[in-house]
T-cell receptor, first 112, second 114 residues
């Protein structure tokens, strides 16, 4: 049982480059989330989805886009990377609002 | 909106000491409350949860009680071990359509010294 899988695990970008982070879950969860984790800031929600074909903004959505074309996948895109987007990114999923989140192992992104 | 205020870290304790990490919250409606733990190099994983007032969540010797009157969900353990060294996050769930996201505290880093 894979749970939540994030790819890639590490990535280094130059300012202005673009990339897509992939999150896949095999638990048939409706809700999926993208967070970023920075020292002293805890977890901040970037975007989330409450079902296939839906997306919504979180606390820090600027500079990111997302898509949920298939229920099991949630993609996070950076169109023009900036050094301020250097962070650890976590994807998570859950069955419903009040149920626990299952987290992926994270993507360490550095933007130079 | 919903918010979580968590005890600032880092916290350093000796093995077998008593642990308390404070967490208070502000929320509309009746959220569920959670404690998540993050070990080095890993994602977060659920430690325990409580879904209504006066519920006590427990797991691996950790406990927390949902106190609606004080809007608190403090994490406690009677005797900590070196393996408990991690970052602990308090969180509360969304409560209704249009407010689906989980709100996290900033995390408390715990280090246990042998």
């Amino acid at each position: 049982n894979a749970g939540v899988t994030q790819t890639p695990k590490f990535r280094v970008l130059k300012t202005g480059q673009s990339m897509t982070l992939l999150c896949a879950q095999d638990m048939n969860h409706e809700y999926m989330y993208w967070y970023r984790q920075d020292p002293g800031m805890g977890l901040r929600l970037i975007h989330y989805s409450v079902g296939e074909g839906t997306t919504a903004k979180g606390e820090v959505p600027d500079g990111y886009n997302v898509s949920r074309l298939k229920k099991q996948n949630f993609l996070l895109g950076l169109e023009s990377a900036a050094p301020s987007q250097t962070s650890v990114y976590f994807c998570a999923s859950s069955y419903s609002i009040a149920e626990k989140l299952f987290f992926g192992s994270g993507t360490q992104l550095s933007v130079l | 909106g919903n918010s979580v205020t968590q005890m600032e870290g880092p916290v350093t304790l000796s093995e077998e000491a008593f642990l308390t990490i404070n967490c208070t919250y502000t929320a509309t409606g009746y959220p569920s409350l959670f404690w998540y733990v993050q070990y080095p190099g890993e994602g977060l994983q659920l430690l325990l949860k409580a879904t209504k007032a006066d519920d006590k969540g427990s797991n691996k010797g950790f406990e927390a009680t949902y106190r609606k009157e004080t809007t608190s969900f403090h994490l406690e353990k009677g005797s900590v071990q070196v393996s408990d060294s991690a970052v602990y996050f308090c969180a509360l769930s969304g409560t209704n359509f249009g407010n689906e996201k989980l709100t996290f505290g900033t995390g408390t880093r715990l280090t246990i010294i042998p």
